[in-house]
């Protein structure tokens, strides 16, 4: 466990966990990215509007996206609310089961089972 700056060492929730994957993981990991991508795109399986970790999205034009409905609400005389959320250790917490489910109804069945058997007891 690495302590976060400026956190008092007495508390749990001061420290985070190390996670260091063989190079091999890393460089199969990438492999699996470069062909996943380009169904992943083909079959619109992400949102336009969502550009985290996607390539030619930046987060000048999600605020660009977001000010213009802002002036489009405004200038209709509307209401308009966002919500953002920064959920803390995210990647941590994804629900393997349910993202296996939707990799099998949305991907080749190989693409299926290289994850299933990758995700297999894997924790932090």
Not at 5 to 26: G, M, N, Q
Not at 46 to 60: E, L
Not at 89 to 117: M, T
Request: charged share 25%.
């Amino acid at each position: 466990m690495i302590q976060k700056p400026d956190k008092p060492a007495e508390e749990v929730r001061s420290y985070r966990p190390i996670s260091l994957l063989p190079v091999l993981s890393k460089v199969m990991e990438q492999l699996f990215l470069q062909r996943v991508m380009p169904i992943i795109e083909q079959r619109q399986l992400v949102p336009d509007h969502q550009y985290g970790f996607r390539k030619k999205h930046n987060t000048i034009e999600q605020m660009h996206r977001l000010v213009d409905k802002v002036n489009a609400s405004l200038e209709r005389k509307q209401y308009c609310s966002a919500v953002f959320l920064d959920i803390s250790q995210a990647f941590d917490k994804v629900w393997h089961n349910g993202l296996l489910y939707k990799i099998k109804l949305n991907l080749p069945a190989n693409y299926y089972s290289f994850l299933k058997s990758y995700l297999d007891r894997r924790f932090m």
